[in-house]
């Protein structure tokens, strides 16, 4: 999984597994999550979103599960797909909307799919 | 697609040179940003900007200014590039939903021999 901290961790399943991304996030007061997805040479995209007062989200074969008890971000994709592979970070704000509003990024788990 | 642009894509430049980064949006967003991105650190924050000369210090700002005069123009700017500056420069805007989803430009990636 990914920490803040640790070196970019890597994750490889086979195609048409399951995949589950972790991310441990350290700020108690952030209220907002995010998961992006990086591939080779290019800026980083949404995946998908969550804030602090929901436990749970699904996307479109992407599902974010946040356990605030334990500070504790994952990222599953289902169904994995070699087009999946890329650098996944977790991101956190503590203040989305606000004047100083700025996402703090971990330091990215690269998946790598294997056909 | 949101918009953005980042010029130079590519620069290669020596220890002591000033180097500006340009950021460009065409969808009036209000709010810019600067990331470096560096192996094991991820994207850390250098600068961002809240409006038209409004910016403010990100967590790794030391050796970088920032400046906005318009809407749509966010520069960063190397006083003097150090080698420690090589990296993949990233600008972002923060799109007009509510969820503070940031958008991001393709990177500007910088070598200082």
């Known amino acids: 999984g990914e920490s803040v901290g640790l070196h970019l961790p890597t994750l490889s399943v086979q195609e048409g597994d399951n995949s589950i991304i972790n991310c441990a996030y350290s700020?108690?007061?952030?209220?907002?999550f995010i998961w992006y997805k990086q591939e080779s040479g290019k800026g980083p995209q949404f995946i998908i979103d969550?804030?602090?007062?929901?436990d749970k989200r699904q996307g479109q074969r992407v599902t974010v599960l946040l356990n605030k008890t334990v500070k504790h971000l994952s990222l599953q994709i289902a169904a994995t797909q070699p087009g999946d592979s890329a650098v996944y970070f977790c991101a956190e704000s503590g203040n989305s909307g606000g004047s100083n509003y700025k996402l703090t990024f971990g330091k990215g788990t690269l998946l790598t799919v294997n056909p | 697609d949101a918009g953005i642009t980042q010029s130079p894509r590519h620069k290669v430049t020596e220890t002591g040179t000033p180097v500006t980064l340009r950021c460009h949006q065409t969808?009036?967003?209000?709010?810019m940003y600067w990331y470096r991105q560096d192996p094991g650190h991820g994207l850390r924050l250098i600068h961002y900007?809240?409006?038209?000369?409004?910016?403010d210090k990100g967590e790794v700002s030391d050796g970088y200014s920032v400046s906005r005069s318009k809407t749509e123009d966010f520069l960063l700017t190397l006083e003097s590039a150090t080698s420690s500056q090589t990296s993949v420069y990233f600008c972002a805007i923060l799109g007009r939903s509510n969820t503070g989803e940031l958008f991001f430009g393709e990177g500007s990636r910088l070598t200082v021999l």
């Open positions: 900007s809240y409006g038209v000369k409004d910016t």
């Open positions: 969550i804030r602090s007062n929901m």
């Open positions: 969808e009036n967003h209000r709010y």
């Open positions: 700020n108690s007061a952030s209220d907002y």
